[in-house]
C-alpha cells in the first residue's frame, strides 16, 4: 500500500494511488507527442482527491474512497519494475509535502528551483548531460542510479514570469533574449497550446501594458505578405492602438 504510479498508454494518462478506493484512475487528456508537457498532480488527503494539471491549468480531479495509506519503497523512473519503458523525454521531477496551489504550479513550472523551496522534499533534475547518478537538488540526497538512459542536448529554457490569468488565458513573460522567429518557434515547438500574445480588445491590451515594463514580441507578424499584419492564431484583427509608424 501506499505507492504511487502513472503511466501513459494510448496518449492518456493513468494514475494509481495504492490504499486508495479505486486504485486506478484514467485522466481524460489526450497527450501531444513531440512536444514538451508540464504535468503536476495534486494529492487533497482531506479531499480524498487528486487533481491532474496540465500546462498550470486544472484537467480533470478524480475523487477516492478512503485516504492514501503510507509507505516506504524505491522510486523509478521511466519504467516500471524493470518493464514498461517510457519512450520519451523528461525534463525534471519534483516532489512536495503540501498539496500545491494553482499559483504556486503557475510561478514554478517553467523555472528551474533553487533546491530550498518550502516543502520540497525530492527534486530530480535529468539535463545533467552526462554520467550514472541521479542527484536529487532538494537537500535530501535521495540520489539514484541511471540505467541505460539516452542524454539528449540539454533544453535552453528561456525563465519565464507568471504576469496573471486574463480571459481564460495564461500570460509568461520571458526576458531572454530572441529574434521574433526563434521565440515562435520556441513555443509552438516545445509547448502544446501555446504562442505569442495576440491582442483582442482594450481590456486585453491595458491588461498586458500593466504587467510589462519591457519591450517585447507579439504575435503580430506579416511574415507571409509584406504590409499584411495578421497574428499568428488566425484569428480576425478586430482591435488597434499602434504607436505611430506601427506596426512596422
Do not use: C
Not at 503536476?40 to 484537467?59: K, Q
Not at 478512503?66 to 521531477?93: E, K, L, V, Y
Amino acid at each position: 500500500a501506499g505507492k504511487i504510479h502513472f503511466q501513459i498508454s494510448d496518449g492518456l494518462l493513468e494514475f494509481s494511488l495504492s490504499g486508495n478506493s479505486p486504485t486506478d484512475q484514467w485522466f481524460s487528456h489526450v497527450f501531444q507527442t513531440d512536444t514538451w508537457t508540464h504535468i503536476a498532480f495534486v494529492y487533497e488527503g482531506p479531499n480524498n482527491r487528486a487533481l491532474l494539471y496540465i500546462n498550470g491549468i486544472l484537467s480533470q480531479e478524480v475523487n477516492y474512497g478512503s485516504t492514501r495509506a503510507a509507505d516506504i519503497g524505491n522510486f523509478q523512473f521511466g519504467n516500471w519494475s524493470n518493464s514498461r519503458p517510457f519512450d520519451g523525454m523528461i525534463d525534471d521531477f519534483r516532489i512536495w509535502n503540501d498539496s500545491r496551489t494553482v499559483s504556486e504550479i503557475e510561478n514554478n513550472m517553467f523555472n528551474e528551483l533553487s533546491g530550498d523551496e518550502d516543502g520540497l522534499i525530492g527534486y530530480w533534475k535529468f539535463d545533467a548531460g552526462e554520467g550514472e547518478i541521479l542527484y536529487d537538488h532538494s537537500g535530501n540526497a535521495n540520489h539514484g542510479d541511471i540505467n541505460g538512459a539516452a542524454w539528449t542536448a540539454a533544453w535552453d529554457n528561456p525563465d519565464f514570469t507568471f504576469l496573471g490569468n486574463f480571459g481564460g488565458n495564461q500570460y509568461f513573460l520571458s526576458e531572454y533574449t530572441l529574434t521574433w522567429e526563434s521565440a515562435h518557434s520556441y513555443l509552438t515547438d516545445n509547448f502544446f497550446d501555446a504562442h505569442l500574445a495576440t491582442i483582442t480588445s482594450e481590456e486585453e491590451n491595458t491588461f498586458l501594458a500593466n504587467a510589462i515594463s519591457v519591450t517585447g514580441w507579439i504575435g503580430f507578424t506579416d511574415e507571409e505578405v509584406e504590409g499584411d499584419f495578421r497574428w499568428v492564431t488566425g484569428e480576425d484583427v478586430v482591435y488597434t492602438n499602434w504607436g505611430g509608424n506601427e506596426p512596422n
